[in-house]
């Protein structure tokens, strides 16, 4: 039919441009944003690209409902702005008439989007906080960089060494801080090099000093060596009992149905909606005068867009806390968001006013009587 195909090509040419800006911005924030967390010592500088692979495919349903919802207001826009939707209606299309077309084109993203929140979402946020937990508890021997102090994986122990040997087995002019059981030590040596015995690193300094104080004690003790052997192992990743609930699996928090994991049920529950509610806005919002610009509709449209995605923040923080139910959450934000949507669809399809309205209903009481 030539409503529908006209529709769905201009649909798709606009959908497909929109999200390659939104990908293209996307990727480069998160791009910016990784590399600061990896001057921080957050992420290893090598699996950069990983991370952010990782993060954009986790905000893909975002953008992609986004990108549906400005396609479609962009479009339903033009049209208004060249006087075709003159011609349809003239032609017996009124606007709830564009529900069928505009479902039949996004059906397919809505149901990408939904896989992505209860699915890919998930997913992606485990293999992220896989990455920086194993960067962040790797061993102290792994943290050791020539020419920058670093911290050991528990936090009590700081390490420098000048300069390393190309095997990265020693190396020279070591200073090692320490803080443990209500003790603080400062070992200095001019070398040093890893022994590996058993299954356990060890690290051998040669020719070198240390200095030790024990917490309240105001006793210095100062004692030289020739070689002292300190060990140095890694560090165990967490279990998975202690995972967030944004890496679990949807099957995992439907069993286990805590506030925690409700809320972010919630949250991956209302990504699918709210795209399902947004087709619906789209139609409402995209009329607009075509003597006018249509400026003021796009503002609104993403003003619209930006309101309902904090609801979505706000709701799971409520469910979390337990101000409000999760059944009783999504009936109220999504379920009276799609009857808004359809009220208002109603409205300008059948050209409602509120003078209509009460003329109506003063003409229906004066006929009771």
Same mark, same amino acid.
């Given at each position: 039919?030539?409503? /529908?195909?006209?529709? #769905? ?7 497909? *441009? ?24 957050? &992420? ?9 692979? %990782?993060? &954009? +495919? ?25 006087? =075709? ?19 039949? !084109? $996004? ?7 939904? +896989?992505?929140? +209860? ?14 937990? #194993? ?7 792994? #943290? ?14 700081? !390490? ?25 030590? &400062? ?24 200095? =030790? ?11 030289? !060596?020739?070689? %002292?052997?300190?060990? &140095?192992?890694?560090?165990? +990743?967490?279990?998975?009992?202690? *995972? ?55 503002? !609104? ?18 469910? #979390? ?12 934000? /999504? ?26 209903? $003063? ?7």
């Amino acid at each position: 039919m030539l409503f /529908h195909s006209s529709l #769905r090509k201009e649909l798709a040419r606009s959908f497909g *441009a929109t999200l390659v800006v939104l990908v293209t911005i996307v990727m480069t924030m998160t791009l910016v944003r990784t590399l600061g967390q990896a001057t921080r010592g957050s &992420v290893n500088p090598q699996e950069v690209m990983m991370v952010m692979g %990782y993060t &954009v +495919l986790g905000y893909l349903p975002t953008i992609l409902t986004l990108s549906l919802f400005v396609a479609i207001v962009g479009t339903l826009s033009r049209m208004y702005r060249d006087s =075709e939707m003159v011609i349809w209606f003239a032609a017996g299309r009124g606007l709830s008439a564009f529900l069928a077309p505009l479902f039949r !084109f $996004a059906w397919p993203i809505l149901l990408v989007i939904a +896989l992505l929140a +209860l699915v890919v979402w998930p997913w992606a946020n485990q293999q992220t906080q896989e990455l920086k937990d #194993r960067y962040g508890k790797r061993g102290d021997l792994e #943290r050791v960089a020539p020419g920058q102090f670093q911290e050991s994986a528990s936090g009590n122990r700081v !390490f420098f060494l000048e300069k390393d040997t190309p095997d990265n087995k020693s190396g020279k002019n070591i200073f090692i801080s320490t803080n443990e059981r209500g003790k603080e030590t &400062v070992t200095s040596a001019r070398s040093g090099r890893i022994t590996t015995i058993g299954d356990s690193q060890f690290l051998v300094l040669s020719n070198g000093q240390r200095l =030790e104080r024990s917490a309240g004690n105001a006793q210095l003790k100062i004692s030289e !060596f020739e070689e %002292y052997t300190s060990r &140095v192992g890694g560090s165990e +990743l967490g279990t998975r009992d202690d *995972a967030p609930a944004k890496t679990r699996s949807t099957f995992e928090l439907v069993m286990d149905p805590s506030r925690a994991h409700l809320a972010e049920l919630a949250w991956r529950l209302g990504l699918a909606l709210a795209a399902l509610n947004f087709v619906v806005i789209a139609i409402t919002v995209s009329s607009v005068n075509p003597r006018a610009g249509r400026s003021g509709n796009l503002v !609104f449209a993403l003003f619209a867009f930006v309101v309902y995605y904090n609801l979505l923040n706000l709701g799971q923080s409520w469910i #979390r806390g337990g101000q409000a139910g999760f059944g009783g959450f999504l009936l109220a934000l /999504h379920g009276g968001v799609l009857a808004a949507g359809l009220l208002w669809l109603a409205k300008q399809h059948n050209n409602w006013t509120l003078r209509q309205l009460l003329r109506r209903g $003063a003409a229906r009481a004066e006929g009771a009587a």
